[in-house]
């Protein structure tokens, strides 16, 4: 199978390497949270959106909505230790695409706004995958997200949740765009970007 991921500092024989910025970390407290209840998971929401705010208020590198995209991650990955413990982890996997046109769509929707400087530091390689995959569509993710930014009942978190559950059993939404996350050994083959921007 041939599939296509994006990065800024592969080269072409290199082994992708999961999680390698290492941000898995950010994902387990909200995990440890959900064991215990909405009011604790909540808190804990609450204390990463302030802690983002002192990251702001003295210019300290910091994500936008750094607690959402991680409190989605923890919802998502406690659904699938608890309900789908043989699919891939989010957390433990890289991200790719079995077709061109998505890697050309995600890649304007994630750099649409950055400078030309930026867009030109993303690469696009043809990989070899061993091992295991998922096949999940993103735009659940991506729905997940959006309820995670307006959290305020137990109700909602359900809806996450079931989110996370149509994902890993490799439903599709309306909108649907498929990602492969697998968590094999890969490698970049060869570097296509000229397709990515042409």
Same mark, same amino acid.
């Given at each position: 199978?041939v599939l296509?991921?994006?990065?800024?500092?592969?080269?072409?024989g290199?082994e992708?390497?999961?999680?390698?910025?290492?941000y898995?970390?950010?994902?387990?407290?909200?995990?440890?949270?959900?064991q215990?209840?909405?009011?604790?998971?909540?808190?804990?929401?609450?204390?990463?959106?302030?802690?983002?705010?002192?990251f702001?208020?003295?210019?300290?590198?910091?994500?936008p909505?750094? $607690?959402?995209?991680w409190?989605?991650?923890?919802?998502?990955e406690?659904?699938?230790?608890?309900?789908?413990?043989?699919a891939?982890?989010?957390?433990?996997?890289?991200?790719?695409?079995?077709?061109?046109?998505?890697?050309?769509? +995600?890649?304007?929707?994630?750099?649409?706004?950055?400078t030309?400087?930026?867009?030109?530091r993303?690469?696009?390689?043809?990989?070899?995958?061993?091992?295991?995959i998922?096949?999940?569509?993103?735009? +659940?993710?991506?729905?997940?997200?959006?309820?995670?930014?307006?959290?305020?009942?137990? $109700?909602? +978190?359900?809806k996450?949740?079931?989110?996370?559950?149509?994902?890993?059993?490799?439903?599709k939404? $309306?909108?649907?765009?498929?990602?492969?996350?697998?968590?094999?050994?890969?490698v970049?083959?060869?570097?296509?970007?000229?397709?990515?921007?042409?």
């Open positions: 199978m296509y991921h994006m990065s800024e500092t592969l080269k072409p290199d992708l390497k999961s999680d390698y910025k290492e898995a970390d950010l994902a387990e407290p909200f995990v440890k949270a959900l215990y209840s909405f009011d604790t998971f909540y808190g804990m929401l609450l204390t990463a959106d302030y802690v983002g705010c002192v702001a208020k003295y210019d300290l590198k910091g994500m909505t750094h $607690e959402i995209k409190a989605t991650e923890g919802v998502f406690y659904i699938r230790r608890k309900e789908f413990p043989t891939c982890s989010r957390l433990q996997s890289n991200y790719y695409f079995d077709n061109i046109d998505n890697c050309k769509e +995600l890649f304007i929707e994630d750099w649409e706004n950055a030309q400087e930026e867009k030109d993303i690469r696009l390689f043809e990989i070899e995958l061993t091992g295991n998922s096949k999940c569509d993103m735009r +659940l993710f991506d729905e997940a997200f959006d309820l995670m930014y307006d959290l305020k009942c137990p $109700e909602d +978190l359900e996450i949740k079931n989110l996370a559950r149509k994902y890993f059993s490799g439903e939404g $309306e909108d649907y765009v498929m990602e492969i996350i697998g968590d094999g050994v890969a970049a083959k060869k570097d296509i970007t000229e397709m990515l921007k042409g």
